[in-house]
């Protein structure tokens, strides 16, 4: 108070009032109203949970049915079946690289020729022929070729 | 902390007492929560609105108090915060440039059907208005509502020193405003 005094003669005169006033019976209905609030609140969580479980549990259920069969189906399956597409793999690597680049850069005339040289000591197997074949000539040229001889 | 404020505390965090514990304590605080937000916002309805998320707060984290500050302190603390959160939400939907904030709390106190104050207590709140928004609060904390120094340092998280300064300051100004306009 002395501080104030010393500050601000003027305003330490006056009366420290407060000049708003509230609606009648305000604080008394106010923990009533404030309660009502709280048990509304407490209402709305509680089925938003339950509406969350409603609405997710039968999608839930079928992606767990769908789980359950895929495990059933899939690791019987991949336990015992062979394994097919590692053997075509395996006869695939299997033709020489060095082969296939030399027999798919290699063109018709020169091919025909090699063939027809006696003296040359061919080393073509009728497997590397029809990897040649296969790799240089469609099915409708094949069939011509054919047709004319 | 009193025994009073600390069996609240202690019966919030039992859930069988829980309810009966909380209405103890909006019946305690009320009415001095009330009238610190009131001075803030002017407005009966504002103030109304403020005070019941200020409590509606309380309830969501009773469980997070810490006990390092006293209840008070701490209802406090998230009052003030709740006023100043709505009157800046309140100034950003009005598009309320900051320089006119005063004059939008003025109408706010006029235009107030529980305003009842004689013509010189209209020109204190006119003074009040007219200051910082933080000088207008620590002024108002410590003219009207008397707390220690040390309170009001851990409700609005700052220095006692600098609290001290801003009380000077605010005061200065409103006896200023007041001489002024006799």
Known sequence: ?149 | MSDSDQKIIADLKDANKRDLAFHVLVRTYQERLYWHIRKMVMNHDDADDILQNTFMKVWRSIDTFREESSLFTWLYRIATNESITFLNSKKKKSLIPLSEENEYLMENLMSDPYFEGEAIQLKLQQAILRLPEKQRIVFNMKYFEELKYEDMAQILDTSVGALKASYHHAAKKVEEYIKSSD
């Open chain 1, 1 to 149: 108070m002395d501080e104030l005094k010393n500050i601000a003669p003027e305003l330490s005169k006056l009366k420290k009032e407060v000049p708003f006033s509230t609606p009648e019976g305000y604080f008394d209905d106010f923990s009533a109203r404030l309660q009502m609030r709280i048990e509304a609140e407490k209402q709305t969580v509680a089925p938003r949970k339950t509406r969350f479980l409603q609405i997710f549990k039968p999608a839930l259920g079928l992606a767990a049915s769908f789980a359950l069969i895929f495990l059933l189906v899939y690791v019987p399956l991949k336990t015992f079946m062979p394994d097919q597409e590692n053997t075509v793999a395996v006869v695939t690597d299997s033709v020489d690289p060095n082969l296939m680049n030399v027999i798919e850069h290699l063109d018709e005339s020169s091919f025909f020729t090699m063939l027809d040289d006696d003296n040359t000591n061919s080393e073509f197997t009728d497997d590397e022929l029809t990897m040649y074949v296969s790799a240089n000539f469609n099915d409708y040229e094949i069939y011509e070729n054919l047709d004319i001889h």
